[in-house]
């Protein structure tokens, strides 16, 4: 029998590093029983539905952080908590109790109709199918599924105004407005967002009915970061496997990421298999620094996947121009003609001011401030930062993987101009 192209990398797994399911304690999807430094937010959360359990409908949530913070984990930890709570409860009282979590993430189902097909199916699975009805009509069923109290989390809330503000608007009006038009049950809304101006494309009607209780979530720091992979060592590897120098070579470098757990988390696991396919018997710092150089590219293209449609098209703009910086006014001003080509909506400039900042802060472009001389104040400049690899920036523009931030009639345009600019080596 010839050689399987899976020889190489299958590890026999009594020789493993890691314990079994250990790659999964790593992942970013897992939730543990325990979650350090997030105690207090859990807790204030936890405080906020707890009078649904007494028939009360609790206030809308909002909640804001970077990305790796801990927002999701701490809102699906309290899922799971009250899911547990009421368990114990009807075992208890020999009787249901009407009270249900339900989590919906947007960044999947980032259209009207998906979300409100969402929440329906986790009321009464299959009700709604994946395509074909009106918005009308995914509406009045989900009304008529909604019994008791029931808490949606809608994660990557802010994906939901990256392709029309005015429908993002409209269903979270529908949705917060659910519980004046039925009576057999309510629903409130815990929204979670990376981006701590999405708000700002709110119509004011619709920010007053969301804007109940709201928090921020810091970054971790060094220390907070070590102890999170600590815990998670001690449950992915076996003893002594992975050394402490790695663990804080880690948390350092996800401190340095804005205090990115996720990012540290996988740094950690690919030191792990880069140590495994080498058949080493312990996690080393070496190790560590090549998972560092891998991840450093694949960090840069899923950094801008994750991008909202209009901060890739300013990322487009200034890749047309790769060699010019701009000030604010000319990057809208390209920003503009941009989306005249393409034959889409723009953005007011104050709104691609705070974008442009977002960008600058996430280390993909370079605005820099820059004074005008005496009494003719200071201009900000901006181009692209020239360390990060403009192959890396294009694939992350046009390769959503999945995450479908672009319609595909712009994608296909910002490909043709891409083309016509000879811009297309990487295309």
Same mark, same amino acid.
């Given at each position: ?86 368990? $114990? ?125 709201? &928090? ?31 663990? $804080? ?136 930062? $020239? ?38 080596? &990487?295309?």
């Amino acid at each position: 029998m010839g050689k399987n192209i899976f020889d190489s990398y299958i590890v026999d797994k009594s020789k493993s590093l890691y314990k079994d399911n250990g790659r999964n304690v790593l992942s970013s999807d897992y939730l543990p029983d325990h979650l350090p430094h997030r105690g207090k937010q859990a807790a204030q959360l936890a405080q906020i539905l707890a009078p649904s359990f007494n028939g009360s409908t609790p206030l809308n949530v909002l909640i804001y952080g970077k990305t790796g913070t801990g927002k999701t984990a701490v809102a699906c930890y309290v899922q799971r908590e009250l899911a547990k709570k009421k368990k $114990a409860l009807e075992m208890g009282l020999g009787e249901s109790v009407p009270v249900d979590c339900h989590y919906i993430n947007c960044l999947i189902n980032n259209s009207p109709y998906g979300v409100m097909a969402g929440i329906a199916n986790e009321l009464e699975p299959g009700s709604v199918p994946d395509t074909g009805w009106s918005i009308e009509k995914v509406f009045r069923k989900l009304k008529e599924n909604i019994e008791g109290i029931n808490i949606v989390i809608l994660d990557e809330i802010d994906k939901l105004f990256s392709k029309n503000i005015g429908q993002g608007n409209q269903l979270l009006y529908s949705l917060t407005n659910i519980n004046s038009e039925i009576e057999k049950g309510k629903i409130s809304l815990i929204g979670i967002s990376n981006d701590t101006t999405y708000t700002l494309n709110l119509e004011q009607k619709v920010l007053g009915r969301i804007r109940g209780e709201q &928090f921020v979530f810091r970054s971790y720091d060094a220390t907070q970061l070590r102890d999170i992979l600590t815990e998670r060592v001690e449950s992915a590897f076996y003893p002594n496997v992975v050394k402490p120098d790695v663990v $804080a070579f880690c948390a350092a470098l996800g401190a340095q990421q804005n205090g990115d757990a996720r990012y540290a988390l996988r740094l950690l696991m690919k030191a792990g298999d880069i140590a495994e396919q080498n058949k080493a018997v312990a996690v080393l710092s070496d190790h560590a620094n090549q998972a560092k150089s891998f991840l450093e590219k694949f960090v840069i293209k899923e950094g801008v996947q994750k991008l909202t449609q209009t901060q890739k098209l300013l990322l487009t703009a200034l890749v047309l121009n790769k060699n010019h910086q701009f000030t604010t006014g000319e990057l809208y001003e390209e920003y503009a003609i941009l989306c005249n080509t393409l034959r889409i909506e723009r953005l007011t400039q104050r709104r691609i001011t705070d974008l442009v900042s977002e960008l600058d802060e996430a280390g993909l472009i370079n605005a820099i401030m820059k004074s005008l001389g005496r009494g003719k104040g200071r201009t900000r400049l901006i181009s692209l930062d $020239a360390n990060v690899p403009l192959e890396e920036i294009i694939t992350g523009i046009l390769d959503d993987d999945g995450r479908d931030s672009l319609e595909e009639n712009v994608r296909k345009k910002i490909e043709h101009v891409f083309i016509k600019n000879k811009i297309y080596s &990487f295309v």
